[in-house]
């Protein structure tokens, strides 16, 4: 079973926005660093975003500082993803994470114990 589940993505133009959505599956993570990740076609998963368990923390990769915003209900076990501003470059499936510890390393895809599945995003121009 996929511990996180993500929802949210699909096709939008350029200039458009996107908001995905992240819930557990089978268990909760209200405790624990979330973050978003992405992964175009021939690359590597990079890191978008990441959010300490009370929001005290939040850590934007440059490419997307002021067009996205992450954030979280604890209440819901839930993190968003703001995507506004959309570009062709942001095209690529986009996977929800999350870890019981957090450190300084929150921007390597090996820093996190849980994934989702991922959801495609894609910018047309």
């Known amino acids: 079973q996929v511990p996180l589940v993500e929802s949210g993505g699909g096709l939008v133009q350029a200039g458009g926005s996107l908001r995905l959505s992240c819930a557990p599956s089978?268990?909760?993570?209200?405790?624990?660093?979330k973050a978003w990740f992405r992964q175009a076609p021939g690359k590597e998963r990079e890191f978008v975003a990441a959010i300490t368990w009370n929001s005290d923390s939040i850590y934007y990769a440059d490419s997307v500082k002021g067009r996205f915003t992450i954030s979280r209900d604890n209440a819901k076990n839930t993190v968003y993803l703001q995507m506004n501003s959309l570009k062709p470059e942001d095209t690529a499936v986009y996977y929800c994470a999350a870890d019981r510890d957090y450190t300084t390393s929150y921007y390597y895809t090996q820093a996190y114990d849980y994934w989702g599945q991922g959801t495609q995003v894609t910018v047309s121009s």
């Open positions: 089978g268990r909760t993570f209200t405790n624990y660093i």
